[in-house]
Nanobody, 125 residues
Framework: QVRLEESGGGLVQAGGSLKLSCAAS????????MAWFRQAPGEERTFVAG????????YNTDSVKGRFTISRDNAKNTVNLQMNSLKPEDTAVYYC??????????????????WGQGTQVTVSS
């Protein structure tokens, strides 16, 4: 089990940038697949981006590829999400999640066993 804590959310104008960070505590962080999900009011939690333990990266191509970049630092037990060219439709609570090691980055929430509390991102038009 790993404890996750997100930071870096806030209010930004459309076209701006934010960097989200997720700090993990617990052993064997490098063994986990890590991902970012987001949930807007009244909507389901959806996959944003993920990074496997072997470094393989997957993005939700339709919505964020080319604008968001996920990275992990196993030495610091952190996973980051750099968000550029933000749009009002990116407004949501963003969650960090940890999942079992796999060569495949899963896009569904039930594949992840630990979650952070979330950080609010609001993009104004």
């Amino acid at each position: 089990q790993v404890r996750l804590e997100e930071s870096g959310g806030g209010l930004v104008q459309a076209g701006g940038s934010l960097k989200l960070s997720c700090a993990a505590s617990g052993r064997s962080f490098s063994n986990y697949n890590m991902a970012w999900f987001r949930q807007a009011p009244g909507e389901e939690r959806t996959f944003v981006a993920g990074v496997a333990r072997n470094g393989g990266i997957t993005y939700n191509t339709d919505s964020v590829k080319g604008r968001f970049t996920i990275s992990r630092d196993n030495a610091k037990n952190t996973v980051n999400l750099q968000m550029n060219s933000l749009k009002p439709e990116d407004t949501a609570v963003y969650y960090c999640a940890a999942g079992p090691p796999s060569a495949i980055v899963f896009r569904t929430a039930y594949n992840y066993f630990d979650w952070g509390q979330g950080t609010q991102v609001t993009v104004s038009s």
